[in-house]
């Protein structure tokens, strides 16, 4: 059950950047790369510079961003 959730995972995140219309519209390529990247890069510096408890809870954020579908699902 948990494996055909998580092979979910990957529609999900082009959900959250931007899948158009009835789920049928897909954005250009270099949007999802763009969207990835950037949020990479703003997560790396906040991790680089975020005191003990703030690094903690993005973290947790980050965890339930990731499972918190697979779970509902």
Do not use: C, H
């Amino acid at each position: 059950m948990f494996r055909g959730d998580l092979g979910n995972s990957g529609a999900w995140f082009l959900q959250m950047v931007g899948l158009f219309g009835s789920l049928d519209t897909y954005a250009p390529s270099f949007t999802y790369l763009s969207w990835f990247v950037a949020v990479g890069l703003v997560s790396t510096l906040g991790v680089m510079v975020a005191r003990l408890r703030v690094l903690v809870t993005f973290l947790l954020l980050v965890l339930l961003t990731l499972f918190l579908p697979v779970i509902i699902e």
